[in-house]
Nanobody, 119 residues
């Protein structure tokens, strides 16, 4: 099971740190990712990190603002989001990354956490 947390309401320019804790399995053998779905839009891949923590992917719209990281000892993946924009609003999900993909949704995902960027 994957549980995302850390969402909330933030003003434009603000920051949030999302966490994704795993239970029932260990993350260290999985590539992991964050995906989001904005109202009325399709789900998109935001960022992924390889199981070895040496490869990262970011969608162009968040490059330079978001940072994905993982702490295998804590069985947790994080997404640090800075300089947030209204267009970052959506439900954020953490999930395993499809093996062999750059950042496609894998077989395991959890309930999302809502991020709202608004003044």
């Amino acid at each position: 099971q994957l549980q995302a947390s850390g969402g909330g309401l933030v003003q434009p320019g603000g920051s949030l740190r999302l966490s994704c804790a795993a239970s029932g399995f260990t993350l260290d053998s999985y590539g992991m990712g964050w995906f989001r779905q904005a109202p009325g839009k399709e789900r998109e891949a935001v960022s992924c990190v390889s199981s070895s923590d040496n490869l990262r992917y970011y969608v162009d719209s968040v490059k330079g603002r978001f940072t994905i990281s993982r702490d295998n000892a804590k069985n947790t993946v994080y997404l640090q989001m800075n300089s947030l924009k209204p267009e970052d609003t959506g439900v954020y999900y953490c999930a395993t990354r499809k093996p062999g993909s750059r950042c496609s949704l894998g077989n395991y995902w959890g309930k999302g956490t809502l991020v709202t960027v608004s003044s």
